[in-house]
């Protein structure tokens, strides 16, 4: 009988293993040993700000405005559908001069995709992103900033740079006010930092506070002698340094 039970258990330990490996294990070798993923910029007075799961015709704009008004270029990470809903925004995102990234088609969660699924994701995505604005987009982060590995090497193949983030002030559930954005971010605040924001999704009212604390966040951090460049600065600023 406990011979059984080993065999059984063995069985299930190989059946597994490839999932696991798939999915998690793919997320603790790219993630934890920084294997082509980048979640901060060089150790400059420097920071970067990245908008997730837009474009959104209510929340977009008004962030677009901001940014502007400050002076600040960003990156969007962009979902495919949501730019075939609203090409123009995504042509307003690019005409401001902001850099544009790959956030998947449909903003579906990898784990749960198998790798032709993954492929179509990642590559719906980019085309969408290029049909609307002319523009391939260097960047691709995955949803909830989970890959798998079909994702991950998927990208790499398309040339998009893997980003996540150093900073996520906004909470995945509970909505965090404007003030308290701002306030985080600058507190945490690092040369190099990433920081992941909003201009959809999350908690219903997070996109308005997001736009709501950019002025405070941008002036604060820039009182505490951060430069807020876009992301191809804050990486070419990293690849400068490693040819130096
Ligand atoms: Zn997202």
Redesign the pocket.
């Known amino acids: 009988m406990p011979d059984v039970l080993w065999t059984g258990l063995a069985a299930a330990a190989v059946a597994l293993a490839g999932p696991i490996a798939y999915t998690a294990g793919t997320q603790v070798v790219v993630s934890g040993l920084r294997l082509g993923v980048v979640k901060r910029g060089p150790a400059r007075p420097m920071v970067a700000l990245t908008f997730?799961?837009g474009p959104d015709p209510v929340h977009t704009p008004p962030i677009l405005d901001a940014l502007a008004a400050a002076g600040v270029r960003a990156a969007f990470f962009m979902v495919g559908r949501r730019v075939e809903a609203a090409p123009a925004l995504a042509r307003a995102v690019r005409a401001a001069g902001h850099d544009l990234g790959n956030?998947t088609y449909a903003?579906r969660h990898l784990w749960m995709l198998t790798p032709s699924a993954s492929i179509a994701e990642v590559d719906r995505g980019a085309a969408a992103v290029a049909e609307a604005t002319g523009t391939t987009p260097r960047y691709f982060r995955p949803?909830?900033g989970t890959f798998n590995w079909t994702a991950y090497v998927r990208a790499g193949q398309l040339n998009e740079a893997r980003i996540l983030w150093s900073i996520r002030p906004e909470g995945w559930l509970l909505p965090a006010p404007a003030s308290r954005l701002a306030s985080y971010v600058v507190r945490k605040a690092h040369p190099g930092a990433i920081i992941n924001l909003h201009d959809r999704?999350g908690h219903p009212s997070t996109p308005a506070a997001t736009c709501e604390a950019l002025p405070r966040m941008i002036a604060e951090l820039r009182d505490r002698g951060f430069e807020i460049v876009p992301l191809r600065v804050l990486l070419g600023a990293s690849e400068q340094k490693s040819a130096g």
């Open positions: 997730d799961d956030h903003h949803p909830w999704g």
